[in-house]
């Protein structure tokens, strides 16, 4: 067990223990202590063509030898970016009947309807036209598919409350 320190109550006794004393101060301008940055650095220069290293060979050149201070020319092409157009005739989006759909009809075709209509768009403006034409064709059937269940729950729901107030 670790001898504890008479002046401290607290929780955590072993951290307050201290085996040695801290060390005394000692004034920076002592010796060993450095009291400012390092001067300029020398620095040696060579005569031009010479220097520390032996100098390079040269390499063969294989259309012979360039113009003093000409090497050989680079042309670099501009990079080019193709893009298409928006479509022309662009695909319907059914994006009103979707969200008619999403909101009053079925709420699961709905939602699947919206994002393949946002997806009709999206090709119609990268003019993908095979694409929109999927996407639209995919958004107008699942439109139909959800108003038509729609109409079937509500046709159902109103005979059931029919039938329910004609049995009182």
Known sequence: ???QNPDYIGQYPEKSDFADSPPAYQDPGMAGYQTSYPGPQ???????????????????SPQGQYPMGQGPAVTMQPAIYVQRAPLVHPMPDYLGYSIFTMLCCCLPLGIAALI???STRDANNMGNEELAKKNSRLARNLNHTGLGIGIA????????????????
Do not use: D, E, R
């Open 1 to 3: 067990m670790s001898k």
């Open 42 to 60: 020398q620095y040696v220069a060579y005569p031009p063509g010479q220097g520390p290293y032996p100098p390079a060979q040269p390499y063969p």
């Open 116 to 118: 393949y209509s946002i």
């Open 153 to 168: 729950v509500l046709i159902l729901w109103i005979a059931y409350v029919a039938f329910a107030a004609s049995q009182h």
